[in-house]
């Protein structure tokens, strides 16, 4: 890694020396435009719209309009802002991080030591570490004074740069303003629904699919050419998704924990009884009094036996009706 960045931290009056970089990367797959008739990359070019000529980057200055008139600034004037040449990282006060809202993260940076002894770093760490607390700061970083928290990972200080409250939007959605009612069981089969999904965040079981498949793309392509396939690449895989098809909440919640303690997708005949339960006491009818984790299964059996004996007796008076029927259908069996 690169040092981005040279300064120190003011802990009261101690000076702790410290190296910025940054803590995260993009791992996305980097493309670039071309002319999709001839292959011909395309560039952007930086050309001025009064002399029409070609600009290089030394040669750009920064710009400010107000009212149709314009304020160029140029980078030594924009030097001079004294926040911009600050190298101190100033901490400000220690806070419980549950009082940190996470919407308000933007980016990581690790800080490492910078002399000749780390005492200084160690002791800050272990202030922090002692104290159960994080230290809000204040410091410039590429012409922006910014607000952030120094906390610990794996024995390494890390400023989280954050967002200043303005820069965070006010929610407000009419919808919610809605009255909804929830009822009880629903409420009791949600919470069993996330009670069959609980557990202990490990970020490495997570892969992001868009960019293996991307990948894959790739690879694919470099290999066939313009005869390339995608179906044949992708099989099933595309064109997977929900549908947005609006369904019972009861029943979806229903569906779902019986996936989960199933270990897949629900027996047909349990989907069946599902769409049918229409006799009978349902869990999610007004006078049901079924458990929220047992009155599926518990409906779904009654259901079931009360379906399995009106076949055998559809299936009886078939056979003495139609007996022909009968054994054209018990080929039919044999033959699948």
């Not at 020396?17 to 990367?25: C, G, I, M």
């Not at 800080?111 to 200084?120: C, G, V």
């Not at 049901?288 to 076949?311: I, V």
Request: hydrophobic share 35%; net charge negative; glycine share 6%.
């Amino acid at each position: 890694m690169r040092a981005i960045w040279k300064g120190a931290i003011a802990f009261g009056l101690v000076n702790v020396p410290v190296k910025v970089y940054s803590a995260t990367e993009d791992h996305d797959i980097s493309l670039h435009q071309v002319h999709n008739a001839d292959g011909g990359r395309i560039r952007y070019q930086r050309r001025c719209e009064v002399c029409s000529k070609i600009i290089d980057y030394s040669d750009i200055d920064k710009a400010f309009e107000d009212e149709g008139r314009t304020v160029v600034l140029s980078k030594d004037e924009l030097k001079s802002i004294p926040a911009e040449n600050s190298h101190e990282i100033e901490v400000v006060q220690f806070v419980p991080s549950e009082q940190l809202e996470p919407m308000m993260f933007e980016k990581s940076y690790y800080l490492e030591p910078d002399s000749k002894s780390p005492k200084a770093y160690v002791l800050l760490r272990r202030a922090l570490e002692d104290t159960d607390r994080v230290a809000i700061v204040q410091f410039a970083l590429r012409e922006k004074t910014r607000l952030g928290a120094l906390r610990i990972k794996d024995e390494v200080l890390v400023l989280q740069s954050l967002l200043w409250p303005d820069e965070v939007r006010d929610a407000s959605f009419p919808a919610l303003d809605t009255s909804i009612r929830i009822s009880a069981q629903e409420r009791e089969m949600s919470a069993a629904l996330v009670e069959s999904m609980a557990a202990d965040f490990e970020p490495e079981h997570f892969t992001d699919d868009y960019q293996v498949q991307f990948r894959k793309l790739i690879d694919a392509k470099l290999e066939k050419g313009d005869s390339l396939d995608t179906d044949e690449t992708f099989g099933a895989e595309a064109g997977e998704g929900g549908n947005g098809e609006v369904i019972d909440l009861m029943e979806a919640l229903k569906r779902s924990l019986e996936r989960k303690r199933g270990g897949g997708k629900p027996a047909a005949s349990e989907d069946a009884d599902a769409d049918d339960a229409g006799t009978g006491e349902s869990a999610d009818s007004p006078g049901g009094k079924a458990p929220a984790k047992a009155g599926a299964k518990t409906a779904g059996t009654r259901t079931t036996s009360a379906r399995t004996a009106a076949a055998k007796s559809s299936e009886t008076k078939t056979a003495a009706a139609k007996p022909a029927a009968k054994a054209t259908t018990t080929r039919a069996r044999k033959g699948a």
